[in-house]
T-cell receptor
Framework: NAGVTQTPKFRILKIGQSMTLQCTQD?????MYWYRQDPGMGLKLIYY???????DKGEVPNGYNVSRSTTEDFPLRLELAAPSQTSVYFC????????????FGPGTRLTVL | DAKTTQPNSMESNEEEPVHLPCNHS???????IHWYRQLPSQGPEYVIH???SNVNNRMASLAIAEDRKSSTLILHRATLRDAAVYYC?????????FGQGTELSVKP
């Protein structure tokens, strides 16, 4: 099992550009999450999903969109990139929400200039 | 504040036990207490979690106060590979609410 995979590993965007961060898990987990981590800080939840077709906002959803059409994939979309979105983005999945282990991907380092 | 409170940093000697404290005085009765750790340039890694009773696994032990307002993560014998940022996290309705964590350094 590959676990949780994320692409790309690094990306530099110009202000106003758009991009999609990809996240895939092969553990058949229902729950998937997107977090961002600013330098020296803990992670903050952006969006999460409890299953295909169901998504909900986390602590910091503004400027992002998500979709969940399959169990395996949970892409994160940035429509109009801003410097404040410079961060490291982590995707995670778990079999049971809140009560079981979350498995994290390796992260995507995004810089917006 | 819904987040937990931890010391910013702690030091330990290799092969000695480490006790990492965490305060969560506003935790609700149904919120689990989770501990994750993060090595440099990696995603967080699960360590342990619990609700009311003390918990043990191959990595660590979790001691939860009777009033649930605080907990302690115990690494029984610290190794150099245990140097990381340790997050004490309140699990609320399926969501993990991260604080800033404790940076643990381990001296040989």
């Amino acid at each position: 099992n590959a676990g949780v995979t994320q692409t790309p590993k690094f990306r530099i965007l110009k202000i106003g550009q758009s991009m999609t961060l990809q996240c895939t898990q092969d553990m058949n987990h229902n729950y998937m999450y997107w977090y961002r981590q600013d330098p020296g800080m803990g992670l903050k939840l952006i969006y999460y999903s409890v299953g295909a077709g169901i998504t909900d906002k986390g602590e910091v959803p503004n400027g992002y969109n998500v979709s969940r059409s399959t169990t395996e994939d949970f892409p994160l979309r940035l429509e109009l990139a801003a410097p404040s979105q410079t961060s490291v983005y982590f995707c995670a999945s778990s079999g049971l929400a809140g009560y079981n282990e979350q498995f994290f991907g390796p992260g995507t380092r995004l810089t917006v200039l | 504040d819904a987040k937990t409170t931890q010391p910013n940093s702690m030091e330990s000697n290799e092969e000695e036990p480490v006790h990492l404290p965490c305060n969560h005085s506003t935790i609700s009765g149904t919120d689990y207490i989770h501990w994750y750790r993060q090595l440099p340039s990696q995603g967080p890694e699960y360590v342990i979690h619990g609700l009311t009773s003390n918990v043990n696994n191959r990595m660590a032990s979790l001691a939860i106060a009777e009033d649930r307002k605080s907990s302690t993560l115990i690494l029984h014998r610290a190794t150099l590979r245990d140097a990381a940022v340790y997050y004490c996290i309140r699990g609320a309705g399926g969501k993990l609410i991260f604080g800033q964590g404790t940076e643990l350094s381990v001296k040989p």
